[in-house]
Every structure is written in C-alpha cells, then in structure tokens.
C-alpha cells in the first residue's frame, strides 16, 4: 500500500495540489479529471520528479526517490520521451541486472527488433516496448500515464490484457485515462481530482454522480452498464 497524506505542490508561486491524502493498494485505479487537474503532477511526485511537502509511505516504509523508482515502473504519455538504449534490448535491459531480456521482449512480441532502434519503431510498439521496459523487473506499482492514445484497437487490447495480468500478479496498477469507455470495466477503484484536490474516491457506482463535475464524461453505458465499457 501506497499512502499519500497532506501531500501538496507548488510550481511557479502556485499551488497546484493541495493536501491530497489518497491510498494506493492493489487491483486497477483509474485517475481521472479534467486537463490541468493534476494528475500527472500527482504521479511525478510519487517518482520524485517533483518537490512536494506532505508525506508518503511505500508499504510502510518512508518515501525517497531511490524507493520510490525502485517499487514504481512508470510509461509516460509520449513513448519517446522514455527511450535510452540503443536497441529494444538494451532499452529492457538498461540498468536492470538480471534480466530476461529475451523472455520480456518475447512477451511482449518484440523479440524480432531486439536489435533494432526504438525511434524506428511503429507508435503502437514503441508503446508495448515502454510497457516492457516499466515492467521488467515486476515492480509492485505501475503507472500508465494515458497509455491508450493512438492505439489501434489491437493495441489497446493488448495493453488491456497487460493491465489485467499485472493486476491478477498483485501488482498495484495506477492508469490515468481520458477514456474510460475502453476500461471502466476493469477498474476496482476510481480517483477523481479536481483542480488539484481529491474530489472523490471508491469504486466505479460509488463515484459515478461525480464524473460531471470533475470535468469527466461519463461513458453512455449508465451507471448499471460499466461492465460492457472494455475494448476487450
């Protein structure tokens, strides 16, 4: 369990989260709310990307930085931008000892580009090598920062399926997404911030009456329906 209390930041003499007490477990979370909520501000400071005060605790123990990128894999909106090696198998290996990178890259059906740049890769899988990669080492927390965008419909299944195997794992998995209609389904909790305060958390009926107000559309299944909103 991942616990967040009275954690709040600043950016340019501007509050922009404010005393968010949030708790992180197992299962699927879904972090929704309108742009400039705060949600991926929310997830750099549970890396250490940003300077925040308040406290947090990562299964019990003090948060720092080298805890935090050590229990946290995390894929970014823009795969790009997470790129370091040379190749698809120096990228999954890249300061990993011990890994099977063969056996991730198969995983994940990348083996046949091991040798390949990552920049020369097709956007869907640059996406399933950031996965790989934020996966390698089975962190017992994973953060997909919009991993659904531009993705075919295979592409989001696939994604879909790696979410569901994490989780079954026991793996925390934290997904901040605009579109709910394609996992709603799967989700054990939902967090809706607004304008950088926790507007409400629980489970998909509990917070359903909210999505509106958090600036969050609501998938046209209804409250009763949620179950059919998967792309699986």
Same mark, same amino acid.
């Given at each position: 369990? @991942?616990?967040?209390?009275?954690?709040?930041?600043?950016?340019?003499?501007?509050?922009?989260?404010?005393?968010?007490?949030?708790?992180?477990?197992?299962? @699927?979370?879904?972090?929704?709310?309108?742009?400039?909520?705060?949600?991926?501000?929310?997830? #750099?400071?549970?890396?250490?990307?940003?300077?925040? /005060?308040?406290? @947090?605790?990562?299964?019990?123990?003090?948060?720092?930085?080298?805890?935090?990128?050590?229990?946290?894999?995390?894929?970014?909106?823009?795969?790009?931008?997470?790129?370091?090696?040379?190749?698809?198998?120096?990228?999954?290996?890249?300061?990993?000892?011990?890994?099977?990178?063969?056996?991730?890259?198969?995983?994940?059906?990348?083996?046949?580009?091991?040798?390949?740049?990552?920049?020369?890769?097709?956007?869907?899988?640059?996406?399933?090598?950031?996965?790989?990669?934020?996966?390698?080492?089975?962190?017992?927390?994973?953060?997909?920062?919009?991993?659904?965008?531009? *993705?075919?419909?295979?592409?989001?299944?696939?994604?879909?399926?790696?979410?569901?195997?994490?989780?079954?794992?026991?793996?925390?998995? *934290?997904?901040?997404?605009?579109?709910?209609?394609?996992?709603?389904?799967?989700?054990? #909790?939902?967090?809706?911030?607004?304008?950088?305060?926790?507007?409400?958390?629980?489970?998909?009926?509990?917070?359903?009456?909210?999505?509106?107000?958090?600036?969050?559309?609501?998938?046209?299944?209804?409250?009763?329906?949620?179950? /059919?909103?998967?792309?699986?």
């Amino acid at each position: 369990m @991942i616990l967040i209390r009275s954690l709040s930041l600043v950016k340019a003499g501007h509050r922009v989260l404010h005393d968010i007490d949030l708790d992180w477990g197992g299962g @699927i979370t879904l972090l929704a709310g309108a742009n400039g909520a705060g949600k991926t501000l929310l997830t #750099r400071c549970l890396l250490g990307l940003e300077d925040f /005060t308040g406290s @947090i605790t990562i299964d019990g123990a003090s948060w720092n930085r080298d805890r935090a990128r050590q229990s946290i894999g995390y894929v970014i909106q823009d795969p790009q931008r997470h790129f370091l090696g040379l190749s698809c198998a120096e990228e999954v290996g890249f300061g990993r000892r011990g890994v099977d990178v063969s056996g991730v890259l198969r995983r994940f059906g990348l083996e046949p580009y091991a040798e390949v740049p990552p920049l020369l890769l097709s956007g869907g899988e640059q996406r399933r090598l950031a996965l790989a990669t934020a996966t390698a080492l089975n962190p017992p927390y994973l953060i997909l920062d919009e991993p659904f965008n531009a *993705l075919d419909r295979d592409g989001v299944r696939e994604t879909l399926r790696v979410m569901l195997e994490r989780s079954r794992a026991g793996t925390g998995v *934290l997904v901040i997404t605009h579109d709910l209609e394609k996992c709603l389904a799967h989700a054990d #909790r939902v967090v809706l911030l607004q304008q950088g305060t926790v507007m409400a958390a629980g489970t998909v009926s509990e917070v359903w009456s909210k999505f509106d107000a958090a600036g969050v559309h609501p998938p046209g299944a209804g409250p009763d329906g949620y179950s /059919t909103c998967t792309w699986l």
